[in-house]
């Protein structure tokens, strides 16, 4: 059902080209330069989480992951050099799209071409009206998965009373394993600062069950194939989040990049590269609904 | 034979200066004990507060409710540059020069009869930093040759104070974990005494102690039930007993962060420290009373071990925290003499308690409304809570109950330091009316991830203002007078022996009133808005008053109604200095 809004730019400006408008008279902001000033620069300067392993993450100063090789691939697409900035995740994403995208940090943080790893939803849309939303490149879910030792991880969480259980501290999976079943895990959980690091607890003996993003669960199993893990298939009872898609902001006067940048992620969704990008990282890449509805 | 007499003298205080305290010798400049003065010596503002009490009181009268009207500046120092925003310092001055602090962890020297620059020292910060709440510093603290303050990167330096060269840099946390520092630190025993602050989930607070000379740590005191405490680098003991008012391992990150600082009793040797909120947010997901946030603690000033606390809201749920000053006060209570202490709470209510071992003996409602609670029950000492008034469990599925708070989260009374007048017996309380609208936002993120989220607005509960200083009678809990402000106030108070409160307005006002009836009796209107805490002292016989002007702060950053009340104020970075014309 979400058609989303780049659908209705394109829309538009099919429009205006029908109408074979004048380039004087076109919206200005529609047209400007950023890809053009992005290009001569030679630089595309892309703004990613600091610690949102398996997506990005600072591997002793090198920025890793999903996100930091897209962002490579893509700038590479356009000819330019990757400036990727790892930022610290601020209380919303509101915030981060004000410090990253369109104003940039109050202590010399410059914003960034583009951030990925943005919240690809409607009802954000509305509110930030200083960036656009575009390309939506995932679809993101929770799930669980359990230790070695745990028994059938398909069991209603509650049942694992007594065993520690870990999850993202104040995220939704650690709110879902606090109010589940009236409250009778709180005892159990330990909280850990990432779900990947959550998974990765279920490795070590430190705990037997832990609910985490499915990308987390995934990228934590492949990197310790050794350690056992087994992931969870069925869905988790009274889960508080459907899921969502991800996909990437620019500031609202530079769509000439974001059309660019989509095309190339749209390219490489088409003839798999997407897909084998995810995969050296252990994680199965899944589209986004958006862009399947779209289609 | 007299003049011989002398020199024999000194060279044997120098010599027993030598062998008794070596380190000393080199030293000029305010000592522990000087500092522990400052409310009486009135040529000098050595401290945060005026005093280790911090009362924000001066003996000085030659400035008073009969002249005041004829205040003039003697000038203004600008801060310059393109940083701006909330100039929250309060001025210290000290052997001819002012010190103050301000936004982006800037600290400056002015020469305090011409206004003249002596230098600047602007930290290096990490251009990472996503402070939460603008890029606020509150003020310095001077002890011998050194001025010192806290930076917004978690750090503690110490500078010359003539010329401005580092002594010490200390890190006394992790930015990238989400820790800052903002507030003006407290000296005592020739030790910083400092807090922490840091809005991320998972900050725990704590309160450290270093030495003043090296800035190596002393001991260390976190304040959630289950941290170990340090002293002189062995653990001291834990705070409270693990999982007495938290489940599970949610203590390990509960918050608390001990933002705004403290002040000290040098009779009971106690520091009071106030704590803030717990973490995380939603109080559904943490049952118990999470101590010992939204506190104070009472803390042995030697040892940083807890000797009392008092929490002054129990399962804090809508971001009341409890930092706000603790100050000491002598009074006869029921006609006894009595060693007093009191805080105005953002919760709303104004505590008076026996400094010695934390006892209840007075809570008294400073603002218009407090929905979340219906009076404090001396007996308990625990609020008689509204049920309905708490903010609800988030269930994920659609928008929550909108729940109609007051204070709102920004507090009857937030960081803004109250006065004490040791002459009229009342506390000055710069309080906000405001309340808000809160809900459950069910398609929230966080991190690029989905989140459950709270919604909220701040909006006003009265037509004719937000702001209001109040002065309160400790005994009684009467409110004697207020002044009502349109623009939510956001700077310290002022109090003086000449029948005078001073406060600052976001319209840009230094205004000054009679203490006894709340005339207002002078104004000044400095260019920009007033967030600061302003000073008097004495100098070449007369009587100074200054003040930061700069308005930002916390209040900028959220929008609503209570916006148009100040949306239309500019930024600036002034320093102003007045006294009476000769």
Redesign the interface.
């Known amino acids: 059902m979400e058609s989303g809004r780049r659908t209705l730019l394109k829309s538009l400006f099919a429009a205006a080209g029908a109408l074979a408008m004048p380039a004087a008279l076109r919206p200005s902001s529609l047209w400007a330069a950023p890809l053009a000033k992005v290009r001569e620069a030679g630089v595309l300067r892309v703004g990613l ?4 392993r398996p ?1 990005s993450w600072d591997d002793s100063g090198k920025p890793a992951g999903i996100d930091a090789d897209l962002a490579r691939a893509l700038a590479e697409s356009l000819g330019l050099r990757a400036d990727i900035a ?8 509101s ?2 799209l004000r ?1 990253v995208v369109w104003r940039g ?6 914003p960034c071409d583009v951030m990925l ?3 690809f ?1 409607r ?2 849309m509305q509110q930030e009206d200083n960036v656009v939303f575009m390309a939506p490149y995932y679809r ?1 879910s ?1 799930g669980a998965a359990c230790s070695p030792d745990a028994g059938n991880c398909e069991v209603v969480p509650a049942q694992f009373k007594g065993h520690p259980i870990a999850a993202e ?4 999976p ?2 879902y394993l ?2 589940h079943a009236g ?1 009778v895990l ?6 850990k ?1 990432t779900g990947y690091e959550a998974i990765s607890a279920l490795g070590t003996g430190e705990a037997d069950f832990a609910v985490a ?1 499915r990308a987390q669960i995934e990228a934590a199993m492949a990197d310790a194939p050794e350690a056992g893990i087994q992931k969870r298939h069925g869905p988790l009872p009274m ?3 459907p ?2 898609d ?1 996909g990437i902001a620019v500031k609202e006067n530079s769509r000439s990049l974001g059309f660019a940048l989509e095309d190339e992620m749209n390219a490489m969704i088409a003839d798999g590269r997407m897909a084998a990008l995810f995969s050296r990282h252990g994680v199965n890449w899944q589209p986004a609904l958006a862009s399947q509805s779209a289609a | 034979m007299k003049r011989r007499f002398s020199h024999f003298l000194a060279g044997l205080a120098a010599a027993t200066a030598l062998v008794a305290a070596p380190a000393q010798a080199d030293h000029h400049g305010p000592t522990s004990s000087d500092l522990m003065n400052d409310a009486a010596s009135a040529g000098d503002v050595l401290s945060y507060g005026m005093g280790p009490w911090q009362q924000r009181f001066s003996g000085l009268d030659a400035l008073n409710s009969d002249n005041v009207s004829k205040l003039v500046p003697v000038f203004a120092a600008s801060l310059g540059g393109e940083k701006q925003r909330g100039q929250e310092a309060q001025p210290l001055v000290y052997d001819g020069t002012i010190y103050v602090t301000g936004s982006y962890s800037r600290l400056f020297a002015f020469d305090a009869r011409t206004g003249e620059k002596k230098w600047e020292y602007t930290a290096r910060l990490p251009d990472g930093i996503m402070p939460c709440c603008d890029v606020v510093n509150r003020g310095a603290a001077i002890h011998g040759e050194k001025i010192i303050f806290a930076t917004l990167d978690a750090r503690l330096i110490a500078l010359n104070r003539e010329t401005g060269k580092v002594i010490w840099n200390k890190k006394t946390a992790d930015y990238q974990e989400g820790y800052s520092a903002t507030a003006a630190p407290l000296i005592v025993k020739d030790m910083v005494i400092t807090g922490n602050s840091g809005g991320e989930f998972g900050v725990v607070g704590a309160v450290q102690a270093r030495n003043v000379d090296t800035g190596e740590l002393v001991w260390e005191r976190p304040v959630i039930e289950g941290h170990m405490g340090t002293l002189n680098g062995a653990p001291n003991g834990m705070t409270g007993k693990l999982n007495a008012t938290w489940e599970g391992d949610l203590w390990k990150t509960g918050g608390g962060a001990t933002w705004l600082g403290g002040t000290y009793d040098p009779g009971t040797n106690l520091l009071y420290f106030g704590t803030g909120n717990p973490a995380p947010w939603n109080s559904h997901l943490r049952p118990g009373d999470n101590l010992y946030t939204s506190s104070t603690l009472a803390i042995d000033a030697d040892t940083g071990v807890i000797k009392w606390h008092y929490q002054t809201t129990p399962h804090d749920g809508w971001d009341f925290d409890g930092v706000n000053e603790f100050i000491p006060f002598d009074a006869t209570m029921n006609g006894k003499p009595m060693k007093l202490g009191a805080k105005a709470d953002r919760n709303g209510y104004f505590y008076v308690l026996d400094r010695t071992n934390g006892k209840l003996l007075g809570a008294h409602k400073f603002v218009m409304q407090t929905t979340w609670a219906d009076g404090i029950n001396l007996k308990t000492g625990r609020p008689n809570y509204i049920g309905e008034g708490r903010p609800g469990a988030p269930n994920g599925a659609e928008k929550g109950k909108v729940v109609f708070s007051s204070p709102s989260f920004l507090g009857g009374k937030n960081w803004m330091p109250m006065a004490y007048s040791q002459d009229t017996g009342l506390f000055y309380i710069p309080s906000n009316d405001w309340g808000m609208d809160i809900w459950n936002e069910p398609i929230a993120y966080k991190k690029g991830a989905a989140y459950l989220g709270a919604g909220f607005t701040i909006k006003p509960i009265a037509d004719d203002h937000i702001g209001a200083l109040r002065a309160m009678d400790p005994k009684t809990g009467k409110i004697v007078w207020e002044y009502k402000n349109a623009a939510p106030l956001w700077g310290g108070v002022l109090t003086t022996k000449g029948n005078l409160v001073f406060t600052g307005t976001p319209e840009g006002y230094l205004k000054a009133f009679d203490a006894k009836t709340g005339t207002e009796l002078w104004k000044f209107q400095t260019g920009s808005g007033v967030v600061g805490s302003p000073v008097t002292w004495e100098q070449d016989g007369e009587q100074y008053v200054a003040v930061m002007s700069g308005w930002g702060g916390a209040v900028p950053l959220w929008g609503g109604e209570v916006a148009k009340t100040f949306k239309d104020i500019s930024q600036g970075g002034m320093l102003w200095v007045f006294k009476l014309p000769k």
Do not use: C, K
């Open positions: 989480y600091t610690d949102n997506w790892l930022f610290i995740a601020d209380e919303e994403v915030d981060d410090n940090g109050l202590l010399g943080f410059q790893h943005v919240p939803d009802t954000l993101e929770f501290l104040d995220s939704i650690d709110f606090l109010g409250g709180t005892r159990d959980l330990v909280h600062r993003s889960m508080l989040s899921g969502w991800i």
